[in-house]
């Protein structure tokens, strides 16, 4: 079947992958396919949401939508079905498919869409159909298991596969050591034996030396015997030599006899032969040739035999001689042995000594090997123990190693993890500020109407590149007492904006980027004049510090650190570096260890006393602390009060003028530091190890280089190590930039740049690069090598060696802090060696030593020359400097001043004054701006300390004694540079003559003034303009920040009016109340009146008066929506707002002028200062005031027009100044202005005229006057400061040109200066009488000269300076005046913008509820003319008119009942009905199944010829004659004389599919699984639950006609009728006894086929024959569908079907399955004298004819007492086999054949009728 499946899916469906039976539960284990198969039928419209995955969300999200679409095809799938598909269940899927396909093809032909059948589908159905759906999909939530638990499962699986294989490795390990030490022992054990046998052969072997050594004399034989013996052997060899002879005379007898009979045989030919040869002797030549052949060969074959004969004779003869010779040698040595008695005697006692000796000898080598064994033995246990202890001691220190190497593999994953999750709380952050910035972007579009300002966007993205969030955390308005976490992030949020705002407008970009028209404008110049100011006063309150010393010969040796873990080699490579290179190699731990060394033995050093006092001097004149430039300079309290005493003592010694004291050196006092230290138990701190690792680098040698071995550690370390070599700290270096802070307003171009860093003190840093794991080995080798063996420790002692191995053991312990101190430190190392000074090396250290040592060299030796060829070209610059300046010719001395010069400086005032009477005069200022009140008491303090200094020399400090003389050098020199650039100074009558044109103030050829200034006038202006610049950008920033927020207030404002709006549109109306009014009387109108014309004019006429009501309550709804928006639009809101933003942009200009009358005030003081004059007074009248805007139209000021208003009130003769805020009043717009005025940018673009639109521009344009009105004030205000200040100067020049009697007698003006004191000064001035002139030296003229010139030149400076801020404030005050005006527009803009839209909304709602009120028209008038009631509501919802099709007004009709379904007769096929009656009435006969053969077959005859209205069989039975039912009954009537009615029911019950052998397996397995008691019996609703092989869901198409019945269920019908059949009703409830059952329906046409498959459901498992047999089409062929007519009988016979078969031979019996004896006998019933048809069947036993046979065929096999046996074995007994053959119990009869031959004689019958009739 899974083919058949596979064919539809692959040929006909055509899916987008290929299915296999082999793999068709995994390919729709995720519903995937089944999807797409769905959607081919376009029954799944959802299919692209389906995933191809096989995770569990991916399944559960398939499956979920799978549940609808099957339930609405009606096939059974519930989440049982689901999870036996996904977990890839046998059989699940191929079921599946088979009901998909019925309903596929049952769909198809019924021609329905997906759609159609959903539509058809009743309401209440559907909506049950959807809570089951909704229960399905919580269940099969709660059956799939998610994919985490399934890779968690899958996870855990793989490490318990792993466990088991390392066990096993381990078990296979274990094992072969075992068998190691199994294999040792036993060749210990062969050893040994080997050993014991070679000792046993050496001692035979001595044995039998010593029996050799043991001379037998034997007695000497008697001659006779002798003789006897020589003859006897004699006679031997003569016998040998005469067989010898024999035989060769016999061989050659023999040879001579073949060549005889070969040549007879050769010779005498036959008769034939004779004659032949004869006749042919004379005739062929050919014979004679043979025949001389012939002869040849006889000849060579003799010669041959005789040389073999001859060669044999020879051997023989050599033997014989051979023989001869022996024979001669053996009588030689008899002769030889014979000797005299006494020598025979002498020779055994020779023999006795020498064995004597031998036996000496060899017992003293057993003893001697018996030592050496001995001693050998010893050695060998000796060695024996130490290997042990070795091996021992390998162990732990493998295993200790094994420790240190876990415990540094989780402390590295434990830093991974950190470093992991620090980088994922940061992503995280990350992600979270662009979900942030995302949502934020979202909301704003929504809010503009996706125009978000560039303002804005450019704001969010500083705060996500800053990292801070873009919602507000927490409110900080008001500011709290103390602040929580998310207010800090807050305020840094405000912090940056206002920053950044603050740096955009201060660089005219971003937001503050110039204007059209002002594009053409140059930005404003820097106020050079000002920056020196500035940076001036900063110098002299806050001196910069001095250069660092620099030296003019570089060095040429070379300074460097080697760095790297613990055990990376360091130590051994500086050792060969020291070594080849003689360079000094500095390690702390070693200084440190020499220092405390030091102390403990009093290193002392000594000092001559006149060093020593001269260091007391410099320490007194010095007192104020300095920064150590190196660190040997740097001493402790305790050590100077030692030295102090140690000078006192020196002192007190008269009698000794230049002694020398003593001293402890700097290391031991270092190392007295540290010993104190370190007996607290507390570590070194850095500063001390600085000064250490300085004071040896200091007792290095100049010229010879040095390296630190791992030092610094720390980057604290390293940059206290630079400090102290070079004297420059980068951290310290930004502190010290704060004595000259540079102003953020203004710079000096002219002030010196500050001098570069001086360069590393370091020339190089080398790393050696090493992993952990590495370290971790080396320091556990170390026991076996430790660092020194690498050099050779041969001479070491061994105090040094335990030394060596208390370090290895505190290595050890202490390796893995190391590590990690390292890898805690070098990041910031390596930064600091890399990025900030550059000299990082990396060396990879994980190589040999040899080849880390070359590595180490090369980089040096590179090092080495980059430091030589840096100091030549040094050397090589400082050279060509000297040569230059040596080649340059010298300075010629300045020549004295010529005439020409002092006439040019006589024409200089008239040019002064006309430059300064070329200022803006035309401009009158007002009100002058004098110097705040708060710093007038500093003012009036400072001429004393002027007139101090001038007069008084302090003789202290030195720098006050150069002071005294600079005025006189500095105006000299000044007068110089000025006459060396023709700077007029001097006042002289004629004309300038031609020349440069004169050199501006502030410019690069400009020299400044550059006077002496009293100490306190710097002390004063330094922290005002400190001041002053702090107020500037504060107030800015809170400004600018009052703007920004602004800009998202009206956002908000704006959005929040349109929803509003919206909203109000939206509100409910009363026309639904209309329409269901006039529907409701529409539809009650009589039925009688609908066709009535007056009655249809009369509804018309109703349905336009509802339209002309509708329209009204539109046209008044439309009405109040307009009076909204005018009441929007006149709402003071834009209004406030305008003003609040002008008054934003008013106070900018109000902190313009500020900054510039502060500015004016600083330059004031300061350049009275340099002359020498009192500083001015503050005054109390207040600055220049900016108007603002009045918010409040009731308390407008009557005089608006003035910049400042002052309220002047004398109290106690003092004039008092009280400063308001003046405020400008909002200008009203005249009605004559809305016709005369032109149209705005703003009101072009609009179409048609609004008035509420145009009341807001003419607004618009007088706060646009307003703001021009305010800015050109601020304009005047500036400028007439400006020709204020000039004036004064112009003044004050005027006065000092006055006569000294004038001067003297003007009062002074102790800072009280103003108006009522000039008009005295003139009086006096014109009374003063004559006075003679006072002569005055040429000096003394020179000097007034000069003085007057710097005058000028301070002056012209001062007014530059105010000329230049003057100029860049109005600059600022315009820009600010046109980012007013941009503002102001863009925000009427945004609000005109909104209000139009409003009235498209407006004019929108109002057209779409007058187009629905006519289609609701429209459908009246058609109900109308078409005379049918309105059914569905109609339904009018402000602008959207529709019919509701869920309400009805009235209630359908109600459907007919349909008819029960009904089954109608087909041919001769039984109807449920029939079948239920006949098995009642057999039930009443026969419980127990069995009638006998004549009364079954009367009974049936009483069917058929009594079937009167009864109907109890077909009409095709009823033509049944006897004999037809006699031969019905053999058919069922096999083995005995009755029939079994229950089999034929069964028979006549079909069509029904016929099951397989595995269905019914597949059946039974499923009944045993519910029969959980194993009774054997299942009750209905088991039988229900379980089902059979065939369901009886079947798709039914309903019919149309209501009144039709619905088509019959004829398979759910016949699983309940099987039920009645087969149960035992005698219990309650019934029960069906399920195995009996199913031995019925095993029954096949084939009768042996039926016996095996009654045995199959006996062991549970399929029987195998010797032969089997494979189906081609089994499926189809024998398993019909119950909806065909295809029957039993329809089916091929046996014979017929062997032919579509395969036969496949396999072993006989292969099962091994027991089965019992009453098993059996169910399955064999051999049934006799079982009549049920008397009224004591049912208490009678029925008995088993088989029962006794097979206890017999039991006990044969070998089962005595009855057990059960292999099927196998009882297959293979005669019996058994015969009985499988001949047992008919198990046949299936085929009834059809009679059945036809009834129906075919009918037919004739009726045909004959039909021919007779026809004939009459």
């Not at 005469?242 to 061989?251: C, G, P, Q, R, W």
């Not at 008001?478 to 602040?483: G, H, I």
């Not at 930064?831 to 070359?854: C, G, H, P, Y």
């Not at 050397?875 to 010629?892: D, G, H, I, S």
């Amino acid at each position: 079947m899974s083919d058949i499946v596979c064919r539809w899916l692959n040929q006909e469906v055509k899916l987008s992958r290929t299915v296999s039976p082999k793999a068709l539960e995994k390919d729709f284990s995720n519903g995937f396919l089944l999807g797409e198969l769905l959607h081919k039928h376009e029954l799944q419209d959802d299919f692209p949401l389906f995933s191809e995955g096989r995770v569990s969300n991916a399944k559960l999200n398939n499956f979920s939508r799978l549940e609808p679409t099957f339930q609405l095809l009606g096939v059974q799938f519930d989440q049982n079905v689901a999870q036996n598909i996904m977990t890839e269940k046998h059989g699940s899927v191929t079921k599946l498919l088979y009901q998909l396909y019925i309903a596929l093809q049952k769909k198809k032909k019924s021609g329905l869409t997906g759609v159609a059948m959903q539509t058809m589908r009743p309401l209440a159905p559907a909506k049950l159909q959807n809570m089951k759906s909704e229960i399905y999909r919580e269940r099969l939530k709660n059956l799939v298991p998610r994919q985490t638990d399934l890779n968690l499962k899958r996870v855990s699986e793989k490490f318990q596969a792993k466990f088991k294989q390392m066990e096993e490795k381990i078990n296979r390990v274990h094992f072969e050591n075992v068998q190691k030490i199994q294999k040792l022992k036993e060749e210990q054990r062969v050893q040994d034996l080997e050993k014991q046998r070679l000792g046993r052969r050496r001692q035979h072997e001595m044995m039998a030396r010593i029996q050799a050594a043991i001379l037998q004399i034997p007695k000497v034989l008697p001659n006779r015997t002798l003789k006897a013996i020589e003859r006897h052997k004699m006679l031997v060899k003569r016998k040998e030599a005469e067989d010898v002879l024999n035989e060769i005379k016999a061989f050659e007898l023999l040879i001579k006899r073949e060549i005889e009979a070969k040549d007879s045989a050769s010779k005498v030919p036959t008769a034939g032969q004779t004659t032949a040869d004869l006749l042919s002797t004379y005739s062929d030549e050919e014979y004679m040739k043979k025949i001389q052949k012939r002869l040849e060969e006889d000849t060579l074959a003799r010669e041959q035999r005789e040389k073999r004969r001859r060669k044999l004779l020879m051997d023989q003869l050599i033997a014989h001689e051979a023989q001869e010779e022996a024979y001669r040698e053996e009588q030689l040595i008899n002769r030889l042995m014979r000797q005299s008695q006494q020598e025979r005697r002498i020779a055994v006692q020779l023999m006795h000594v020498r064995h004597e000796k031998e036996v000496l000898w060899q017992n003293r080598v057993f003893r001697e090997k018996q030592y050496e064994e001995r001693r050998l033995k010893d050695f060998q246990d000796a060695l024996d123990r130490e290997a042990a202890l070795a091996r021992q001691a390998k162990l732990e220190h493998e295993e200790q190693a094994q420790k240190e190497v876990e415990i540094h593999e989780r402390i590295t994953a434990e830093r991974a993890q950190a470093r992991y999750k620090k980088h994922y709380l940061m992503c995280a952050e990350i992600l979270d500020h662009i979900i942030d910035f995302s949502t934020k972007v979202a909301d704003y579009r929504n809010l503009t109407h996706n125009l978000i300002p560039v303002k804005i966007m450019r704001d969010w993205k500083e705060l996500f590149f800053s990292g801070k969030p873009i919602y507000e955390q927490a409110s900080i308005e008001p500011l709290p007492t103390r602040f929580t976490s998310e207010q800090l992030i807050e305020l840094s949020k405000r912090s940056l904006l206002d920053d950044n705002d603050y740096e955009e407008y201060k660089t005219f970009t971003g937001e503050w980027t110039l204007p059209e028209e002002m594009a053409e404008a140059s930005l404003p110049p820097n106020n050079n004049i000002l920056g020196h100011v500035l940076r001036t006063i900063n110098e002299k309150v806050h001196p910069p510090p001095p250069a660092p010393f620099v030296p003019q010969i570089p060095s040429f040796s070379t300074k460097g650190c080697m760095l790297g873990k613990t055990c990376s080699g360091k130590t051994s490579c500086l050792k060969i570096l020291e070594e080849a290179f003689h360079i000094e190699i500095l390690s702390i731990d070693t200084l440190v260890q020499e220092a405390i060394q030091a102390f403990l033995i009093n290193e002392t050093v000594t000092e001559d006393l006149v060093d020593v006092q001269e260091k007391g001097e410099s320490e007194k004149e010095s007192p104020e602390p300095k920064e150590m430039a190196s660190v040997t300079t740097i001493h402790a309290k305790k050590d100077s009060r030692v030295e102090g005493e140690e000078l006192e003592k020196a002192q007190s010694v008269q009698d000794v003028k230049a002694s020398s004291m003593a001293r402890l050196s700097n290391r031991a006092q270092l190392g007295a530091k540290c010993e104190k230290l370190l007996k607290k138990g507390r570590s070194i701190p850095d500063v001390l190890l600085i000064q250490i690792m300085v004071d040896a680098i200091n007792k290095v040698p100049v010229e010879k280089g040095w390296i630190l071995d791992g030092f610094p550690m720390t980057v604290t370390q390293a940059k206290l190590l630079e400090e102290a070599l070079t004297g420059f700290n980068p951290d310290q270096h930004e502190h010290e930039g704060k004595n000259y802070k540079k102003s953020t307003l203004v710079y000096d171009p002219t002030a010196p740049k500050k001098p570069p860093p001086p360069p590393p003190a370091l020339d190089f840093a080398m790393l050696l690069d090493i992993t952990d794991t590495m370290v971790l080995n080396r320091v556990m080798g170390q026991e076996k090598s430790t660092p020194e063996t690498t050099f050779g420790m041969g001479s070491r002692s061994p105090e040094s060696f335990s030394e060596d191995k208390e370090k290895t053991e505190l290595l050890r312990d202490q390796i893995q802090h190391r590590i990690l101190g390292f890898l805690d430190n070098w990041p910031e190392l390596e930064t600091w060696f890399s990025e900030k000074q550059d000299i990082l090396i990396k060396v990879n250290a994980e190589v040999d030593k040899r080849t880390l040592s070359t590595k180490v060299q090369e980089y040096f030796i590179a090092e080495l020359r980059k430091k030589e060829a840096k100091a030549k070209k040094k050397l090589e610059e400082q050279e060509a400097e000297r040569k230059k300046k040596e080649e340059a010719p010298p300075p010629e001395p300045p020549p004295p001043p010529p005439p020409e010069p002092e006439k040019e400086k006589e024409h200089s005032p008239k040019e002064a004054k006309g430059k300064g009477g070329k200022g803006k005069t035309s401009e009158a200022g007002k009100t002058q701006s004098p110097p705040k009140e708060g710093k007038g008491k500093k003012g009036e303090t400072s001429p004393k300390g002027k007139e101090d200094g001038r007069t008084q020399s302090p003789p202290k400090e030195g720098k006050e004694k150069k002071g005294e003389t600079s005025p006189k050098d500095k105006g000299k020199g000044s007068d110089k540079k000025s006459s060396g650039k023709k700077s007029p100074v001097e006042e002289s009558p004629p004309p300038p003559p031609p020349g440069p044109p004169p050199i501006k103030p502030g410019s690069e050829e400009w020299v400044y003034v550059d006077e002496p200034l009293a100490p306190e006038i710097p002390q004063y202006l330094v922290p005002y303009w400190e001041t002053i610049e702090n107020s500037y950008i504060n107030t800015i920033k809170a400004i600018l920040r009052q703007i920004r927020d602004e800009r998202h207030s009206v956002l908000y404002y704006l959005h929040d009016i349109r929803l509003n709006y919206q909203e109000y549109l939206q509100r409910p109306d009363h026309k639904q109340e209309f329409v269901s009014q006039w529907q409701t009387d529409f539809n009650n109108l009589p039925d009688d009146l609908w066709d009535d014309e007056e009655t249809k004019a009369e509804l018309h006429q109703r349905v336009n008066d509802l339209r002309d009501r509708l329209w009204d309550i539109c046209d008044t709804r439309k009405e109040e929506a307009e009076q909204e928006r005018v009441d929007i639009v006149d709402e003071s809101w834009l209004q406030d707002h305008l003003g609040m933003l002008m008054n934003h942009f008013f106070s900018l200009m109000q902190v313009e002028i500020n900054r510039f009358q502060d500015t004016k005030r600083l330059l004031q003081d300061y350049y009275r200062g340099i002359e020498g004059k009192i500083p001015m007074e503050i005054s109390k009248r207040g600055g220049t005031r900016v108007p603002l805007v009045n918010l409040d139209d009731d308390d407008v000021p009557q005089i608006y027009s003035k910049v400042t208003q002052l309220e002047e009130e004398e109290e106690e003769g003092e004039i008092i100044l009280h400063q308001k805020i003046p405020v400008v009043p909002r200008r009203v717009p005249s009605p004559d202005g809305i016709i005369n005025k032109p149209k705005s940018k703003v009101s072009l673009k609009r179409g048609r005229t609004d008035h509420c639109i145009e009341a807001l521009e003419l607004k618009y344009e007088g706060d646009e006057k307003t703001v021009v009105n305010v800015w050109q004030g601020a304009n005047s205000a500036i400028n007439h400061m400006v020709n204020a200040e000039i004036h004064l100067k112009n003044l004050e020049d005027e006065k000092e040109n006055m006569p000294d009697e004038d001067k003297e007698k003007s009062p002074q003006q102790g800072g009280k200066g103003g108006r009522h004191a000039k008009k005295p000064e003139k009086k006096k001035k014109a009374a003063s009488p004559e006075v003679s002139p006072v002569v005055l030296t040429p000096e003394e003229l020179e000097e007034l000269e000069k003085k007057k010139e710097l005058k000028i030149k301070i002056k012209d400076e001062h007014l530059a300076a105010l000329q230049c801020e003057a100029q860049a404030t109005q600059f600022r005050l315009e820009l600010i005046k046109a980012k007013a005006l941009a503002h102001m527009e863009e925000l009427l803009k945004r609000a005109v913008d909104v209000y139009k839209l409003m009235d498209k909304w407006l004019g929108a709602r109002y057209l779409a509820e007058m187009a629905s009120v006519e289609k609701l028209t429209e459908v009246a008038h058609y109900h109308i003319e078409t005379s049918t009631r309105i059914q569905h509501e109609l339904i009018l919802n402000g602008e959207d008119f529709y019919i509701n099709g869920d309400v009805k007004v009235f209630p359908d009709p109600a459907p007919p009942i349909r008819p029960p379904p009904v089954e109608k007769e087909m041919n001769t096929y039984l109807t449920i009905k029939q079948l239920n009656t006949l098995r009642k009435e057999f039930m009443e006969m026969a419980p127990k199944g069995y009638l006998g053969n004549k009364h079954f077959t009367d009974i049936l005859y009483d069917l058929v010829t009594l079937n009167l209205g009864t109907n109890h069989l077909p009409e095709a039975w009823l033509h049944l004659i006897l004999p037809e039912l006699q031969e019905l009954t053999s058919l069922l009537t096999v083995n005995s004389e009755f029939v079994d009615w229950r089999k034929f029911l069964l028979v006549v019950s079909q069509p029904w599919p016929l099951p397989s052998e595995e269905e019914l397996l597949e059946t039974l397995e499923r009944f045993k699984a519910i029969d959980e008691a194993g009774k054997g019996t299942v009750t209905l609703q088991q039988y229900e639950q379980v089902g059979l092989w065939f369901t009886g869901d079947v798709y039914i198409k309903i019919p149309e006609d209501p009144y039709e019945p619905l088509p019959f269920n004829r398979a759910e019908h016949l699983i309940e009728f099987f039920f009645d059949l087969f149960a035992d009703f005698q219990k309650d409830p019934p029960e069906l006894d399920y195995f009996q059952m199913l031995l019925y329906f095993a029954c096949h046409p084939n009768a042996v086929e039926g016996v095996y498959r009654a045995l199959s459901l006996a062991i549970g498992t399929h029987v195998f024959r010797k032969v089997e047999t494979l189906a081609v089409a089994e499926n189809q062929v024998m398993t019909p569908s119950y909806t065909d007519t295809v029957t039993i009988e329809e089916l091929p016979e046996v014979e017929e079907l062997k032919e579509e078969k395969e036969r496949i031979i396999v072993p006989e019996f292969l099962n091994k399955e027991t089965i019992s004896i009453p098993t059996l006998l169910k399955v064999f019933q051999g049934i006799k004298d079982a009549q049920d048809n008397h009224r004591f069947f049912e208490n009678e036993k029925i008995e088993n004819t088989f029962s006794e046979v097979f206890k017999t065929v039991y006990k044969v096999i070998g089962s005595n007492n009855l057990e059960p046996v292999e099927l196998a074995t009882l297959l293979k007994h005669p019996f058994i086999q015969n009985l499988l053959l001949t047992y008919k119990e198990y046949k299936l009869p085929n009834i059809k054949g009679i059945l036809q031959r009834v129906d075919q004689l009918q037919v004739l019958s009726e045909g004959e009728q039909k021919m007779i009739e026809e004939k009459k």
